[in-house]
């Protein structure tokens, strides 16, 4: 099933050939130097036009559009480096999967996940992708699942606003000299409460960048951090784990089923770096992001 792609903007705007030329004008002229150097900054202002996170999303909508993947997941990969977004990383995650590689599509969707909890689309693509390829979700404690249900990046602006309404409703009055009213202890208790829901959140929110998934089909999962170890167990494409730590190009990674040691390479961490309804059918294609 084939999904529409819409423009980031309400506007669509393309590019046309340039209309410049040279002509004479009154007795001046251009000398071949000042022309290639107009040349040269037409270029670089184009080249910096081409290379933003809206044109490369576009680039990646369009070659997606043609069933050239490796092109699109090039081109989201290029944007979501430049700027991470929910939007971009559900499309790379779509493309991923078309190029067969579970792995590296179910981490883009966490990913997506991670930057926007509300993002349907890319939670019905992972349960679609763990239902095909038979794979459980990560598994995650109480206040985790807190985390989750907001982006990570405002917890901290909920514990702190909702800390100063607290503490404003209780020393207000009093600076003021007003009496205290029941609507302001009723107002300080629950700011009170959602600071005190925020904090297992914020532990949430660092365990959980500790997730991650195995990029690579039959992953070995050695003994020692040495590629002649011997291998504990294979690990499938799209699995999760936990890191626990790195020693050179390898990580200590936990697993629901051992622990063990993988090559950085085959494992890709769901914080990502500083760099439709329930059930409804799928028909074999994710849902296609038409926004970064």
Known sequence: MKHPLLAR???????RPSDFGLRISFGFRVSGFGFYLVLLLLHAAFLSQAATPDALFRDGATAYRAGDYPRAADA????VAQ???SGALQNLGNAE???QRPGAAILAWEQALWLDPFNGAARQNLRFARKTAQLEAPDLAWYEVIS???PAGCW????GSSLWLAVGMVLLPGILRRRKATWHQAIAAFGLMVFLLSAPAHVGVHT???IGFILQPDTPLRLTPTFEA???TRLAAGEPARWVRTRGNYLLIRTGRALGWVEARQFGLTCPAPGGKDGAAHNGEPAFAAAR
Not at 9 to 15: I, Y
Not at 76 to 79: E, I, L
Not at 156 to 159: H, K, L, P, R
Request: proline residues 3%.
């Open 83 to 85: 700027e991470p977004a």
């Open 148 to 150: 989750t249900w907001l």
């Open 9 to 15: 903007h309400s506007t669509s705007f393309a590019l």
């Open 156 to 159: 901290a602006w909920v514990a």
């Open 76 to 79: 989201f990969r290029q944007s």
């Open 208 to 210: 959980r960048s500790r």
């Open 230 to 232: 011997q291998a504990v």
């Open 97 to 99: 999967w078309q190029r």
